[in-house]
């Protein structure tokens, strides 16, 4: 299954993003997925803005068929801000100095940390379906632990989440995606196979825990360091 748009791979300091881009004219918006997606997770909206925007959607490093660099022992390699530094180099080479940003889940944690280090590329920014990591585990509960048990799951070490997700990757991200904050809603078949797929290898299985790793870490490090900075473009908050 692909976006109808034109699909390229392009290097962002050495890790390739993978980017559908659609659209010929109009105001560019960049499109970020999360967790386990790809730029699928688009795949209804994505035709519809191009009608009057230039839309771009990638896979974020680690997932999709963007590449999975091997990460260090402080996660740095999968953290927002090395994320956020890879969309701003794709759409500077796509001829893009300012243009909008879409986020959900992961991608929106992507988007903030972009809105934070590069305000004078985002234009303005829509987050989606998500609470900022910083206030989350500030505020975790039980009620949390149980309902997103996997944040600490897939940030725990040693290679745990990875071996167990390996025996059944694709009920992991069956469960996952049909999972009580998901609704229970069934998605695209085409679009499911595609997360399947991309997801299955040890490679991303790895990338996507240190995504998680990150945001228990060096993400929450960054994010202590920004807080009470002011984002200086318009957001909207869903």
Known sequence: MKLPFKYRKIDADGVGINCAIGG???????????????????????????????????????????DKPPAGPDHAEYSKRAMA?????????????????????????????????????????????????????????????????HWFFLAAGNGIPERLIGGAPEYWIRARMTARHHGGTPFDPAAMAEYIRCFSTPDAITASCEDYRAAATIDLLHDNASYGTPLTCPVLTL
């Open 85 to 149: 530094r890879d969309q701003i180099l794709v759409m500077r080479a796509l001829g893009f100095d300012r243009f909008s940003v879409v986020g959900h889940d992961r991608g929106r944690r992507v988007g903030h940390r972009l809105a934070l280090d590069h305000p004078e590329a985002v234009e303005r920014l829509a987050v989606l379906d998500i609470v900022p990591t910083r206030y989350t585990f500030e505020h975790a509960d039980a009620g949390f632990g149980a309902e997103y048990y």
């Open 24 to 66: 010929d004219d109009g105001p560019p918006v960049l499109l970020l997925h999360g967790y386990p997606q790809t730029h699928l997770i688009w795949h209804h909206v994505a035709p519809v803005l191009a009608r009057t925007h230039t839309v771009v959607a990638t896979d974020l490093r680690g997932y999709g068929d963007s």
